[in-house]
């Protein structure tokens, strides 16, 4: 769908940057079909924000965007229909509880520069407080890590569970889920569990500043800390809620660190932060550095600040039920 009217133009966005084969992919499209200044295409549950300044006619036939690859069209279609957020909360979405992810500290964060990359996020909750499957599996690990390796070092998850699900990422990997700083632990190794089973409860083993829940969704090994990807991005969307994912990348195409990054409508501000660091693994389909959810659906703005402050980059999005918009976003600093 062509939503040229409502998406303002921006010099400093460039077009049909291939950073991933995903939107190399939507950009051949446009740029064979269209002639506008911006679209949006929705493709089964993805929305991908991607601008367009070729036409057909005008297309530079040394760009990769002349002519799609049989390898990029195939990515599209696979990912038609595939509704990534398909992980339930592992904190029951009950009054009373935080079953969204921790705002200040989210994936890839670095908490202002005052703690280590963030590789899940946090559900802070009391001690005790349930803490539930997020989907169906086996579980592959549970009980304290000091002889095990499950996370960036020993005895640092405290008591953990790690759950392998029959999901695999849009890459084909097996995903998995992680649980840590347990209180106590009420399942064991090879046991099955079913969606919203209870597995344990909230407390502040390991290396945890008081108590919550670290949640980790992890795509290959599932006891590997190398292997994880932006929880957000796998979590369920409340009703007419979705979400806004994108990448910030420079001249030459690399991601920028730490940019800080606002998502404002007429009733809400959010803020993040761009993935901290190279350690922070981008999903390598959706190739995102930022993921903004929980957002009611509706128009919003994306504002990235420059280190001066100034605005560096300004645009129209609008947030679908059960969607994640894409946006590409080139800045020069
Ligand atoms: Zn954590």
């Known amino acids: 769908m062509g939503r040229a009217s409502d998406v303002q133009s921006h010099t400093s966005i460039q077009s049909g940057y291939p950073h991933q084969r995903f939107a190399g992919a939507i950009h051949a499209r446009v740029a064979a079909n269209l002639a506008v200044a911006m679209v949006v295409l929705c493709l089964g549950g993805i929305v991908a924000a991607q601008e367009a300044t070729a036409t057909a006619a005008g297309n530079d036939p040394g760009t990769s965007t002349a002519a799609p690859s049989a390898s990029a069209l195939a990515t599209a279609t696979a990912l038609a229909g595939i ?7 592992p904190i029951a979405v009950t009054a009373g509880q935080v079953h969204w992810a921790d705002r200040t500290y989210p994936y890839g964060s670095t908490q202002w520069d005052t703690r280590p990359v963030h590789l899940g996020v946090e559900f802070v909750n009391p001690r005790y407080t349930p803490v539930l499957a997020a989907a169906s599996g086996i579980v592959v690990f549970a009980g304290a890590d000091v002889d095990t390796l499950v996370g960036p070092q020993l005895d640092y998850y405290g008591k953990v569970v790690v759950i392998e699900h029959d999901l695999r990422s849009l890459d084909d990997l097996p ?3 992680l649980y840590a700083h347990l209180h106590s632990i009420t399942v064991e190794v090879g046991e099955t569990v079913e969606v919203g089973d209870e597995i344990g ?17 992890r795509a290959g090994d599932p006891l590997d800390a190398g292997k994880t990807r932006n929880p957000e991005l796998w979590l369920e969307n409340y009703v007419n809620h979705g979400m806004i994912a994108g990448f910030i990348h420079d001249d030459s195409g690399g991601p920028i660190y730490g940019k800080r990054v606002v ?3 007429d009733s809400s501000w959010r803020e993040v932060y761009s993935y901290g660091g190279e350690r922070v693994n981008r999903d390598p389909v959706w190739g995102e550095n930022f993921v903004v959810s929980d957002l009611p659906a509706g128009e919003y703005e994306i504002v990235i600040l420059k280190a001066s402050g100034a605005i560096g980059y300004r645009r129209h999005v609008d947030v679908l039920p059960d969607k994640i918009t ?3 976003v080139h800045m020069s600093e």
Do not use: K
Not at 83 to 89: D, G, H, I, K
């Open 83 to 89: 509704e990534p957020q398909v992980l339930s909360r």
């Open 175 to 177: 995903i998995s889920t």
């Open 201 to 217: 409860d909230v407390g502040s083993t390991g290396i945890a500043i008081g108590a919550h829940l670290h949640f980790e969704v």
């Open 263 to 265: 998502a404002r409508s």
């Open 326 to 328: 894409f946006v590409d």
